[in-house]
């Protein structure tokens, strides 16, 4: 267990008082970025956690070296002629070539493929490793870019969801991975990708689904205003009212409960049957948080790639 930084924990009455007025103009400071972004829903809630320490222990990522990478990019059609980043991230004992079942990971707004491996940020690859020196089930990760469009459809034309099922897993499948039934994985923005495609591709195409933190509003009123193309946007593409999409793909959602999204999480997996696997814990919307989990969320996609 970590222990929680004194400074972090004692926070003084007059700090608690202050917080309220200051959401409004911290989120102004942070508006650049991403997170910030994202996180608009109830910020003061958010900011409390934080202040108070409330968000649990940071997952780490392992100290062990990862297998083989692979990457490069592509013109994308659908993205409307962007050049698309992409890579894939083997197993050690796997190489290049092998026909592994893959798990796709899909990234956060501002991020690209680029932040799903490495020390220095999720590391997913570091803990795909970890798990299969543990007896896992060998399976590659792949990620792509994916603009900042969350991985639907948009107004101007340029559709991140088809890039990924037209074009980067028919990369795939060139590069003799296994892609009959993929696994479909995503943080905050990639996280609502994730049950997003789930839903378009079906249990025939998608062996499982992790949506760590997904990006997930209420009403389109509530929604960043990057997010969706105005209310009948919204409407076609919420998860909310479409989750029969998902009969038949096992889920795990995670979410903390000191994420901004975590009321439009936990009201999403009310509605869900069967309950998914994952849960609600202490934690924000961060690294920290989606670090801690890996293991298990790798795990539950290995569990459900067919033997």
Not at 133 to 147: C, H, Q
Not at 206 to 212: D, G, N
Request: proline share 6%.
């Amino acid at each position: 267990m970590t222990g929680t930084d004194p400074q972090r924990g004692a926070v003084s009455r007059r700090t608690l008082i202050s917080v309220g007025a200051g959401v409004v103009g911290l989120a102004a400071l942070t508006g650049a970025a991403g997170l910030a972004v994202e996180n608009r829903v109830l910020p003061g809630r958010v900011l409390m956690h934080q202040l108070l320490g409330l968000n649990g222990p940071a997952g780490t990522v392992p100290d062990i070296a990862a297998g083989t990478m692979i990457s490069g990019s592509f013109t994308s059609q659908a993205r409307l002629g962007a050049n698309t980043g992409w890579a894939v991230s083997y197993p050690p004992g796997s190489e290049p070539g092998a026909k592994l079942p893959v798990l796709v990971a899909l990234h956060g707004y501002s991020d690209n493929h680029t932040n799903a491996f490495g020390a220095g940020h999720l590391g997913l690859d570091r803990f795909l490793a970890q798990a299969v020196k543990d007896g896992s089930r060998p399976f590659a990760i792949a990620s792509v870019d994916g603009g900042n469009t969350y991985w639907h459809k948009r107004a101007s034309g340029e559709d991140a969801g088809a890039m990924v099922i037209d074009e980067f897993v028919p990369l795939l499948t060139d590069r003799g991975l296994d892609t009959w039934r993929i696994a479909l994985y995503g943080w905050s923005m990639g996280g609502y990708g994730a049950l997003h495609l789930a839903g378009t591709l079906g249990p025939d195409r998608v062996s499982s689904v992790v949506a760590v933190s997904p990006a997930l509003w209420h009403t389109s009123a509530e929604a960043a205003h990057i997010a969706f193309d105005g209310a009948s946007d919204f409407d076609a593409n919420t998860p909310f009212g479409h989750e029969a999409a998902l009969a038949g793909i096992p889920l795990r959602i995670d979410c903390g409960t000191g994420d901004g999204f975590y009321p439009a999480v936990r009201d999403y997996v009310s509605g869900l049957k069967p309950r998914p696997s994952g849960g609600f814990t202490p934690g924000g919307h961060d690294a920290d948080y989606w670090r801690r989990f890996a293991p298990a969320e790798l795990a539950f996609a290995a569990a459900h790639f067919a033997s």
